[in-house]
């Protein structure tokens, strides 16, 4: 299977090398100064799992072909639009007959932009339940042993390509799953950091450090509910045993876990998910006619952030 992987960076460093072992012929389109690293180190990732250290093929925007069966997106969703514009070619324009795409991107927002531009049929379903970072040497550090990996056919004509993917990936160190309910695995996912998201960035704390407060615990239950209500009333609720796994993890006195976009915003990032992951919840759950005070006030803080970068 032929693979384009947009960007190196933590996430697509990582699934791109693992990828490159399982025997996928694997290209990273990246910026010229990540081509430079690349030619000069390789791919380095350091990970329980095996790490890896490869020489690898990069290609810059604009001199993308149109040859690939498969493009795998682990941008921020920020960057959509500009990531769209540079893999066109591979993809073949609005409604192409190029690649297929593989997000692994927070929350439905960007699904819905990509289904829009290149159809629904073409879009993969995506989960990553991994934490990756990129250190200052441009080396991919996967934290933990977790790289749980969930994927799926979002329409009948993907269905092929979805299920030649996973008996690749398959191979590569890790969980890998193919999902015949993908959509549902999408919300599971973006119900738990959603939730999570709004309150260790609205309260600036852990997890542990909220739920251990007076009124903690009651506070990440609301948001919980806020958020799982919008799935439920958007036809998918979340089954028992993912409800039961998000509040062990939300409610964990011990749990140090806060969410990426609340270290963003302590170390000044410029730009936040905040829309795709607690604002676009926050609007659903408006138009759905169901009342999201937490998820609003979260996403006006995260605002306010954002405002006073942009004038910055």
């Known amino acids: 299977?032929?693979?384009?992987?947009?960007?190196?960076?933590?996430?697509?460093?990582?699934?791109?090398?693992?990828?490159?072992?399982?025997?996928?012929?694997?290209?990273?389109?990246?910026?010229?100064?990540?081509?430079?690293?690349?030619?000069?180190?390789?791919?380095?990732?350091?990970?329980?799992?095996?790490?890896?250290?490869?020489?690898?093929?990069?290609?810059?925007?604009?001199?993308?072909?149109?040859?690939?069966?498969?493009?795998?997106?682990?941008?921020?969703?920020?960057?959509?639009?500009?990531?769209?514009?540079?893999?066109?070619?591979?993809?073949?324009?609005?409604?192409?007959?190029?690649?297929?795409?593989?997000?692994?991107?927070?929350?439905?927002?960007?699904?819905?932009?990509?289904?829009?531009?290149?159809?629904?049929?073409?879009?993969?379903?995506?989960?990553?339940y991994i934490a990756t970072t990129l250190d200052a040497a441009g080396a991919v550090v996967h934290q933990g042993a977790l790289d749980r990996l969930v994927m799926g056919a979002r329409a009948e004509p993907a269905q092929a390509l979805a299920g030649a993917f996973h008996a690749l990936a398959a191979s590569t160190p890790g969980a890998r799953e193919l999902s015949p309910a993908i959509d549902q695995a999408l919300w599971n996912k973006w119900v738990m950091i959603s939730a999570g998201a709004l309150m260790t960035c609205l309260m600036r704390g852990t997890v542990g450090e909220i739920v251990r407060t007076a009124d903690g615990r009651a506070l990440m239950r609301q948001a919980m509910d806020e958020c799982a209500a919008v799935a439920r009333l958007s036809g998918h609720a979340l089954p028992e045993p993912v409800a039961d796994a998000m509040a062990a993890r939300l409610l964990d006195e011990t749990s140090t876990w806060a969410a990426s976009m609340m270290r963003d915003i302590a170390q000044g990032a410029p730009r936040l998910e905040a829309l795709d992951i607690v604002g676009d919840m926050a609007q659903r759950a408006a138009r759905l006619g169901h009342d999201a005070p937490l998820a609003r006030i979260a996403y006006a803080h995260l605002q306010v952030y954002e405002g006073r970068r942009t004038a910055a």
């Not at 921020?76 to 066109?88: F, N, R, V």
């Not at 439905?108 to 989960?127: K, S």
Request: proline letters at 2%; hydrophobic letters at 45%.
């Open 1 to 128: 299977m032929k693979i384009l992987v947009l960007g190196a960076g933590a996430m697509g460093g990582y699934y791109g090398g693992r990828l490159m072992q399982a025997g996928a012929d694997v290209t990273f389109l990246v910026r010229p100064r990540r081509a430079e690293v690349l030619a000069r180190d390789g791919l380095v990732v350091r990970s329980e799992l095996g790490d890896i250290h490869t020489a690898v093929k990069t290609v810059l925007s604009g001199d993308v072909g149109a040859d690939y069966d498969l493009v795998l997106l682990a941008c921020k969703t920020y960057d959509l639009a500009s990531a769209m514009q540079a893999l066109d070619p591979a993809l073949d324009g609005t409604h192409g007959k190029g690649a297929a795409i593989l997000p692994l991107v927070n929350g439905l927002r960007a699904y819905e932009t990509l289904d829009a531009r290149y159809g629904r049929e073409r879009v993969l379903g995506g989960v990553s």
